[in-house]
């Protein structure tokens, strides 16, 4: 997934997401996208400068704030010796327990739920502040594309796995065909004219010459 996307997901995923990983948040590379994005806010509505912040710029703000609690707690927990993937993307504020289990199952609800409920508040933000409205539909746009991305990729490796499985079953099936060896074969009944005497009819001569 491009960087320029992922950053724009992770802008909104540290205010609505709990528990993201720890190295899901780059410092330097986040500081500089929460930097540019107030930036732009500051540009893109100066007359909010005379009377109070524009709200890209209070986004900003807020990102980088959620951003430097989200490693700090990560940091705290990974002390503690509590166990968690360091890339996680977080779960969905509206993942509650009281759902059904189809809602849950394969994330659903982080990847429809959310990017649509926030497309929806930058909708709503329109008439107030077209900057951050804007950013907030194209941000919730990313993390769309940001959950259908890792699930394809999660997808993806469990197939791998699976076809693994079928590929040493393959595998251990020739091993043990080779290992038996080959099967003794039934050594065949000579063929040909027979040459000598045969030990019946040499006793038959031995009782005649006793006679």
């Given at each position: 997934m491009p960087r320029v996307?992922y950053?724009?997901a992770?802008t ?7 528990d993201?990983g720890?190295r899901?948040i780059?410092?330097p590379h986040f500081l ?7 930036f732009?806010g500051?540009i893109?509505?100066?007359?909010a400068r005379?009377e ?6 209070i986004f900003?703000?807020?990102s980088?704030?959620f ?9 705290k927990?990974?002390?503690?010796g ?6 996680y ?7 509650t ?8 199952r394969?994330r659903?609800?982080e990847r429809?739920?959310?990017p649509?409920?926030?497309f929806?508040v930058?909708f709503c933000l329109l008439?107030?502040?077209r ?13 769309g594309?940001l959950e259908q991305f890792v699930?394809?990729?999660e ?7 699976l076809d ?7 595998q251990?099936r ?7 060896g080959p099967?003794e074969q039934?050594?065949?009944a000579?063929?040909g ?9 040499h ?6 010459r006793?006679?």
């Open positions: 996307l950053l724009s992770l909104l995923l540290v205010i609505i997401r709990r993201l720890y899901l780059n410092p500089c996208a929460t930097a540019a994005l107030a732009v500051i893109a509505e100066p007359r005379q109070d912040l524009p709200g890209l710029v900003a703000m807020l980088l704030f951003a430097v609690c989200h490693r700090y707690q990560r940091k927990e990974l002390k503690k509590i166990v968690q993937h360091t890339y993307i977080g779960t969905s504020p509206f993942n327990r009281w759902l059904p289990k189809f809602c849950r394969n659903r609800i429809l739920v959310d649509l409920a926030c929806l930058g008439p107030y502040s900057p951050l409205a804007y950013w907030l539909m194209f941000s919730s746009s990313c993390v594309f699930h394809l990729k997808l993806n490796q469990s197939l791998d796995t693994g499985i079928v590929h040493s079953e393959v251990s020739t091993v043990e065909q080779y290992e038996e099967k039934k050594q065949q000579e063929t004219l027979p040459t000598g005497i045969g030990p019946d009819i006793e038959q001569i031995k009782r005649r006793k006679q």
